[in-house]
């Protein structure tokens, strides 16, 4: 076989492709197929990207990768967190593999040498925004929707887009982590999170093209829709006010101050922030707060010390159970508020993994390896 073709397994009734690969032209296309579960990224799919993306950066004849959806209504709703809090349960070796492979995924992104589309018409959430986060064009549609709600699993943003919220105009990131709001795409583009607003009736034009080889720039470009601005662009006063303070005790105070003025806005933030794990949003306010300092290698070694915890600990399985399995929608996080003497135990979260941490390449050695 030419080392070029991205040999996927076949397909069954029983086991049906998660990921459809296929070149056509100067295009590589990589399609998210697994819909009942509003393409929830596993392990499988995981490795199955990253065994090809090598191989197509080795290959003279694609000019660019495309990142897509076969479901209508979700580009990629987050990581398969049901099966990693399973996993875990089971043998926790066999998770802290899950999460080696999806953080390496995201460092090979990252590291990828050739031009790469996602296109998004849909949910983008947690792993799928992992996935469009480090791509050179990130295109989102009509229906485009972005969060990273790990908070309200019992979790924290990972896959490396902490340093992506510590980029962020201070301090939408820290907000957008810690309440997991979700935006459009207005104001992901004003945000940079995605590159061009295309109506998804063009994306298959814009397919077609790219597999002639049209350079890609100057076409999505000409196709880009002017946005007018967005809800989280109208309620950047409020964010700056309140979560500019450094610590999350310190935001916390500054909403139930101005609650008790009479703010509806920070009523209502509160009222979400009390659906997340306090712990998680300490964790999270701590993670892109370092990631300031951090290039995405760096954050993604520091997210599997982090996830790793979060695997050991109580509330990321809490959590999961609460929102995905019994659905009562009710969670008993440990502990149940925010409690300053938190600070204590999440030092413990931060401090160097006893059995090894996360080892990725550097950039200089990605790019030796013609990735």
Same mark, same amino acid.
């Given at each position: 076989?030419?080392?070029?073709?991205?040999?996927?397994?076949?397909?069954?009734?029983?086991?049906?492709?998660?990921?459809?690969?296929?070149?056509?032209?100067?295009?590589?296309?990589?399609?998210?197929?697994?819909?009942?579960?509003?393409?929830?990224?596993?392990?499988?799919?995981?490795?199955?990207?990253?065994?090809?993306?090598?191989?197509?950066?080795?290959?003279?004849?694609?000019?660019?990768?495309?990142?897509?959806?076969?479901?209508?209504?979700?580009?990629?709703?987050?990581?398969?967190?049901?099966?990693?809090?399973?996993?875990?349960?089971?043998?926790?070796?066999?998770?802290?593999?899950?999460?080696?492979?999806?953080?390496?995924?995201?460092?090979?992104?990252?590291?990828?040498?050739?031009?790469?589309?996602?296109?998004?018409?849909?949910?983008?959430?947690?792993?799928?925004?992992?996935?469009?986060?480090?791509?050179?064009?990130?295109?989102?549609?009509?229906?485009?929707?972005?969060?990273?709600?790990?908070?309200?699993?019992?979790?924290?943003?990972?896959?490396?887009?902490?340093?992506?919220?510590?980029?962020?105009?201070?301090?939408?990131?820290?907000?957008?982590?810690?309440?997991?709001?979700?935006?459009?795409?207005?104001?992901?583009?004003?945000?940079?999170?995605?590159?061009?607003?295309?109506?998804?009736?063009?994306?298959?034009?814009?397919?077609?093209?790219?597999?002639?080889? =049209?350079?890609?720039? !100057?076409?999505? $470009? @000409?196709?880009? &829709? *002017?946005?007018?601005?967005?809800?989280? +662009?109208?309620?950047?006063?409020?964010?700056?006010?309140?979560?500019?303070?450094?610590?999350?005790?310190?935001?916390?105070?500054?909403?139930?101050?101005?609650?008790?003025?009479?703010?509806?806005?920070?009523?209502?933030?509160?009222?979400?922030?009390?659906?997340?794990?306090?712990?998680?949003?300490?964790?999270?306010?701590?993670?892109?707060?370092?990631?300031?300092?951090?290039?995405?290698?760096?954050?993604?070694?520091?997210?599997?010390?982090?996830?790793?915890?979060?695997?050991?600990?109580?509330?990321?399985?809490?959590?999961?159970?609460?929102?995905?399995?019994?659905?009562?929608?009710?969670?008993?996080?440990?502990?149940?508020?925010?409690?300053?003497?938190?600070?204590?135990?999440?030092? =413990?979260?931060?401090? !160097?993994?006893? $059995? @090894?941490?996360? &080892? *990725?390449?550097?950039?200089?050695?990605? +790019?030796?390896?013609?990735?």
């Amino acid at each position: 076989m030419n080392e070029h073709n991205i040999d996927l397994r076949t397909a069954t009734a029983e086991q049906p492709l998660k990921i459809i690969a296929a070149q056509s032209g100067a295009v590589q296309t990589f399609t998210l197929d697994r819909p009942n579960a509003l393409n929830a990224l596993d392990d499988e799919m995981c490795r199955t990207l990253a065994s090809a993306i090598p191989r197509v950066a080795r290959n003279p004849d694609v000019y660019i990768v495309a990142l897509l959806s076969n479901h209508p209504r979700a580009f990629c709703a987050g990581g398969d967190v049901r099966a990693l809090s399973a996993a875990a349960k089971r043998d926790i070796e066999t998770a802290k593999t899950y999460l080696r492979t999806e953080y390496s995924l995201n460092w090979l992104l990252e590291c990828f040498s050739k031009p790469t589309v996602s296109f998004v018409n849909g949910l983008c959430m947690g792993s799928g925004v992992g996935l469009t986060a480090y791509n050179t064009h990130r295109i989102a549609g009509e229906g485009f929707k972005w969060a990273m709600p790990e908070t309200k699993i019992g979790l924290f943003p990972d896959v490396g887009v902490g340093r992506v919220l510590a980029k962020l105009p201070w301090p939408i990131g820290i907000y957008l982590g810690l309440t997991g709001r979700t935006i459009g795409r207005a104001d992901a583009q004003w945000l940079g999170l995605v590159t061009h607003c295309i109506s998804s009736t063009h994306f298959s034009g814009i397919l077609d093209k790219l597999k002639d080889a =049209e350079p890609v720039d !100057p076409m999505l $470009d @000409g196709l880009h &829709e *002017l946005q007018q601005p967005g809800d989280l +662009q109208k309620d950047k006063g409020h964010i700056i006010e309140h979560f500019s303070e450094p610590t999350l005790e310190g935001i916390l105070r500054s909403l139930t101050n101005a609650e008790v003025k009479g703010s509806e806005w920070a009523r209502q933030t509160l009222a979400d922030l009390g659906k997340c794990s306090p712990l998680s949003m300490e964790i999270t306010v701590r993670h892109i707060q370092s990631a300031l300092a951090f290039d995405i290698r760096q954050t993604l070694i520091e997210d599997y010390r982090l996830a790793v915890r979060c695997l050991e600990g109580h509330d990321f399985h809490e959590g999961v159970r609460a929102l995905l399995i019994d659905k009562d929608g009710n969670p008993a996080w440990k502990p149940k508020r925010y409690d300053a003497s938190m600070a204590i135990v999440v030092d =413990e979260y931060f401090a !160097p993994l006893p $059995d @090894g941490e996360l &080892e *990725l390449p550097t950039r200089s050695e990605m +790019q030796a390896a013609r990735v």
